[in-house]
Nanobody, 123 residues
Framework: QVNLQESGGRLVQVGEALRLTCTISGRTAFGTYMAWFRQAPGKEREFVASIQWNDGRTSYGDVAAGRFGIFRETDVTTALRMNNLQPEDTAMYYC?????????????????WGQGTQVTVSS
């Protein structure tokens, strides 16, 4: 049983930075991918970033636009650092874990999900 827990979401002002964290428990994540997705009301869930747990390879979606960075901080924690936040970044941010060792930006490729953490950017 894999459990993911996000934290760090809150209300921020335009231009501020924010760090989200995701802690995994229940199994070792070696050889797999962890990713962040986000979903705004009325919109589809979209890929933000991913990291290959064993070799650290990272990938970013268009929404990251050079402002976001994904990091593996410990054996069980990954972080998403977001800079220069804009109102369009307002969304629920989800951490996801992928068992099979091939990269994907599709939400349906990820087997395990956290409950999400809300980020709201106010102008």
């Amino acid at each position: 049983q894999v459990n993911l827990q996000e934290s760090g979401g809150r209300l921020v002002q335009v231009g501020e930075a924010l760090r989200l964290t995701c802690t995994i428990s229940g199994r070792t994540a070696f050889g797999t991918y962890m990713a962040w997705f986000r979903q705004a009301p009325g919109k589809e869930r979209e890929f933000v970033a991913s990291i290959q747990w064993n070799d650290g390879r990272t990938s970013y979606g268009d929404v990251a636009a050079g402002r976001f960075g994904i990091f593996r901080e410990t054996d069980v924690t990954t972080a998403l650092r977001m800079n220069n936040l804009q109102p369009e970044d307002t969304a629920m941010y989800y951490c996801a874990f992928k068992v099979t060792d091939f990269w994907s930006a599709r939400p349906d490729a990820y087997e395990h999900w956290g409950q999400g953490t809300q980020v709201t950017v106010s102008s």
